[in-house]
């Protein structure tokens, strides 16, 4: 059975920092390729950035370049997405995600339960 649990939402002021993580059970994300969404309310999920289990491809969405990072730790099966400088716009539920590096939901076949993020401005 395969698990996907988010951790690390909180609620941070404009321009702070937040990292969240990602932990794996029954998938390894050597093998996998990752990704990162958010829903915030009212609107659709909208992707934010993905990374391919080689590392060879990371996509980012406009809104969040220069200021997201995605990394695995591989030795952990856990993935991060480090958020620098965030807005308030950033306001989501933040989801990972296994199985493509696309910025399409449909093309992701596991998820997780999701962690809130609130920037307060």
């Known amino acids: 059975q395969v698990q996907l649990v988010e951790s690390g939402g909180g609620l941070v002021q404009a321009g702070g920092s937040l990292r969240l993580s990602c932990a794996a059970s029954?998938?390894?994300?050597?093998?996998?390729?990752v990704g990162w969404f958010r829903q915030a309310p009212g609107k659709e999920r909208e992707f934010v950035t993905a990374?391919?289990?080689?590392?060879?491809?990371?996509n980012y969405a406009d809104s969040v370049k220069g200021r997201f990072t995605i990394s695995t730790d591989n030795a952990k099966n856990t993935v991060y997405l480090q958020m620098n400088s965030l807005k308030p716009e950033d306001t989501a539920v933040y989801y990972c995600?296994?199985?493509?590096?696309?910025?399409?939901?449909?093309?992701?076949?596991?998820w997780g339960q999701g962690t809130q993020v609130t920037v307060s401005s």
């Open positions: 995600a296994a199985g493509s590096v696309s910025g399409n939901v449909q093309d992701y076949k596991y």
């Open positions: 990374m391919s289990w080689t590392g060879g491809i990371t």
């Open positions: 029954g998938l390894t994300f050597r093998t996998y390729s």
